[in-house]
């Protein structure tokens, strides 16, 4: 029989972290919602002036204008998502280290690694899903693995997606309107923006859907592995069934 040792209740860092990307995900769908109509509906041109006696040139926005409240918004949700990793990662070492209190001694992943795996370039890819997989799976009362859900693979897929595909999508799109937009003749004094614009703007919608997504599917993985962890707190002076040392089984 292995030595039990203290584990600690994550509950309440599980609650406030919910919250958090619940907020991050409501937030980015509404203002990623706004900047698209805004984009797809309004002309973005920039006029250029003819140079003054001094060589100097002055340049000017015309066409729809943008509140002064709307740029604050647009960086709220970016704001809340750096809360959301710190508290993330600070939920994640604290949950794969009481595994190891509990004297699961077969684990892979360490706490640290848990939390040092999502800043290894191109590792970061597949190794956080794998302590994450250990993680649902070995948060048991006594250590023997359950089925890992299917949900962390859809939370995993769509975090992804909207880590990536919009930017690049974006990006696409937006190079595509200025190279054709720049084989037209033109004012070279006037630089007409609103094509970009609106090759833009499905994408930001695109990535507020998937961070709204995202965001869900998070939040049910979290609540998945807390009501595990819970049951683990709630009976960690039980013993570990030997079992759960030898194998993953």
Known sequence: ???????????????????LLACVGGLALVVDTLAYSWLRSGTFVLLVSDPDRAGRRVTSWTGTGMSSAVPALLWLPSLLSWAVIVLWLIWQHGSTANLRARGYRDLKISPGWAVGWWFIPFANYVMPLVAMLELDRRSTPDGVPRKASPLLGWWWAAWLASSTLPAIGA??????????QSSVPRDPNVLDLTAAAHALAPWLLLAGVLQALAAGLA????RRIDSGQ????????APVRPDAIGGMG
């Open 230 to 237: 819970a049951t683990l707190v709630a009976l960690a002076g």
């Open 171 to 180: 990006t696409s799109a937006v190079i595509s309107a200025l190279i054709e």
């Open 219 to 222: 939040i049910a993985v979290v």
């Open 1 to 19: 029989m292995s030595t039990v040792r203290p584990v600690y209740p994550m509950t309440t860092a599980s609650r406030v972290l919910q919250i």
